[in-house]
């Protein structure tokens, strides 16, 4: 499978994990030209949630959390902001989903306001 396939596959898991935890899905890969991308924009009890999602197939040793890093952090932030002025919303949190896949098996971690 692609790598680009392996991504939307993980983000479209994380993307139901979200909703059964009452989350409401905005969109997905959003783009802007100088700041970045984020996965999801989710929001629940009126604070938007950016969310990267960080996935990675059969692996032993290795967490897709790993690869988030200080800068990505940065990244989302400064997009975050922008949506929120845009949008006129001021309470936003950054969070982060990892998931794995190994032997059929999927594991999801959430990390919320990371």
């Given amino acids: 499978m692609k790598t680009i396939l392996k991504g939307r596959l993980g983000e479209k898991i994380a993307q139901k994990f979200l909703e059964k935890r009452g989350y409401k899905v905005l969109g997905r890969n959003l783009k802007l030209k100088n700041l970045g991308e984020v996965d999801i924009l989710a929001e629940k009890n009126g604070v938007l949630n950016f969310i990267e999602v960080k996935s990675l197939f059969n692996q032993n040793y290795f967490l897709p959390e790993f690869k988030f890093n200080k800068q990505k952090r940065q990244k989302i932030e400064r997009l975050a902001r922008f949506f929120c002025l845009k949008l ?15 032997r059929n098996k999927i594991k999801i971690r959430y990390y919320e306001n990371i």
């Fill in 88 to 102: 006129n919303k001021e309470n936003y949190i950054i969070s982060l989903v990892a998931v794995s896949f190994n």
